[in-house]
């Protein structure tokens, strides 16, 4: 089985590694870079809670391997605060309106919403269920879900798409 | 789970691609991965050889002489946003919205999803409504276009060796405006459909001068329904008996499986086929 040298950046800061062939991406940034954010839950692309970003796009983290991520630009959940620990929007909103219980699909869902804020500046609600739907959500119902993320595109102004 | 062992290699040039499909033993390509890697986490699939290339100079949409290439490697997402796309192919569009979700659609390739070729698979069912031709290419034999027709040998099996490698889908545009709908039934969004109708639709003086029918989910491979087409051509478009015209749909062997019996998929075939007949020819003649 083969081995790869592999150099890419994570949220911001540039890392090198050594990985088998066929390390998932989900696996290395969890076990070997320790960012725990970024959540497994069914290994084969359905639930998203794995969504990371791969220069500036979402993607499975668990339908990538490792190797695949050389030379790309990968943020994940922990970069999502601000350094000083002030919390995104979405984060804040998500705790407002209830959308969040156990928050295992939550990393998932905050990089979907980036994604989908730097792509559709003020969805609708038609608009960011669409959105959510690659990300699956046990507790919510995904209703708390839906006001914080409105919540978000109104307090920035935006007029609805 | 995770995957089996296996030797991961990421060639630079199709070139490089190609010698190492033709030299290798138990090797599978990966391009975006999305239907690939389910498959290698839950081992269905135990290649010794992956083939990563993603990296290769093969994607890109261009218009040349009535006809869109698209490079095999171009990601989902960049079909559905390109203005070429939009313009020439708006069937496409619809379709590709269809297509999984968002994250998966700025990963997974035209060429995986055609190679992949599920059944019921929104690409193939467009690729077989606009007749595309698959350029494949191997390091022995060269390059060769093959039909969407003749494209299916069997349950999710194209029609390419084990050497070859799928290198750019070649889709004939229809004229400007013509009429284009897509229906599928899935019971959860995102879904793999139970059923599924493209059509499109050329009027000439208000009359259906050109039509393309298909149907996906049904049988091995998505597959044009000549009867309902025949019905289709020369009625006034203001006139047209869509009922009629979309019952040969419900006419072609379905499989039956633990998601639907092969009745209910032929009902839904039915049913499809009359709604994207009625929108299309809606659209046309707006």
């Not at chain 1, 359905?46 to 499975?60: E, F, H, K, Y």
């Not at chain 2, 389910?38 to 261009?62: A, E, K, T, W």
């Not at chain 2, 060269?142 to 069997?154: D, H, K, L, Q």
């Not at chain 2, 998505?222 to 749909?249: F, K, S, W």
Request: charged content about 20%; aromatic content about 4%.
């Amino acid at each position: 089985m083969s081995e790869h040298r592999i150099q890419l950046h994570v949220n911001g800061k540039s890392c090198e590694a050594t990985v088998p062939g066929r390390l998932l991406l989900a696996d290395f940034l969890r076990h070997h870079l320790k960012l725990t954010g970024t959540h497994v839950g069914c290994e084969h692309g359905v639930c998203g809670a794995c969504t990371i970003l791969v220069d500036g796009r979402t993607a499975r983290s668990c339908l990538m391997l490792a190797s695949q991520a050389d030379g790309a630009k990968i943020e994940t959940v922990e970069s999502v605060a601000g350094a000083d620990g002030k919390l995104h929007p979405i984060q804040q909103a998500l705790i407002d309106h209830h959308g969040l219980q156990c928050g295992f699909c939550t990393p998932g869902i905050i990089m979907t919403v980036i994604e989908m804020l730097d792509t559709v500046p003020a969805p609708d609600e038609t608009v960011i269920r669409d959105w959510l739907s690659g990300n699956i959500c046990r507790c919510t119902g995904y209703n708390g879900i839906v006001d914080a993320v409105l919540a978000v595109v109104k307090s920035s102004g935006k007029a609805p798409s | 789970m995770k995957p089996a062992p296996f030797d991961y290699v990421r060639p630079d040039s199709v070139d490089e691609a190609l010698r190492l499909l033709s030299t290798l033993e138990g090797a599978k390509v990966l391009a975006g991965g999305q239907s690939l890697m389910p498959m290698l986490n839950m081992r269905f699939v135990q290649p010794d050889h992956l083939i990563d290339i993603s990296r290769l100079d093969l994607n890109g949409i261009q218009l040349q002489d009535g006809r869109l290439h698209i490079g095999a490697t171009t990601r989902q997402r960049d079909i559905e946003f390109s203005p070429l796309v939009q313009q020439h192919a708006p069937l496409f569009v619809e379709a590709l919205q269809k297509v999984g979700h968002v994250q998966t659609r700025n990963r997974g390739t035209i060429g995986g999803s055609l190679c992949h070729m599920d059944p019921s698979a929104e690409l193939p069912t467009v690729c077989m409504t606009m007749d595309a031709d698959i350029v494949v290419r191997s390091a022995e034999r060269g390059t060769r276009a093959i039909p969407m027709r003749e494209f299916v040998v069997a349950y999710m099996t194209p029609a390419i060796e084990l050497d070859e490698l799928v290198t750019e889908i070649r889709l004939p545009v229809w004229a400007r405006g013509h009429g284009y709908a897509l229906e599928e039934f899935a019971r959860r969004h995102g879904d793999f459909a139970l059923a599924s109708a493209a059509v499109l639709i050329e009027l000439s003086n208000d009359v259906i001068s050109r039509a393309a029918v298909t149907i996906g989910g049904l049988a091995i491979a998505p597959t044009r329904i000549a009867e309902t087409e025949a019905l289709l051509i020369g009625q006034n478009c203001a006139q047209v008996d869509v009922e009629a015209a979309a019952a040969p749909c419900g006419e072609i062997e379905a499989v039956s499986d633990t998601q639907a019996s092969a009745q209910y998929r032929q009902q839904l075939a039915r049913v499809m086929a009359s709604r994207a007949i009625a929108r299309a020819i809606d659209r046309a003649r707006r």
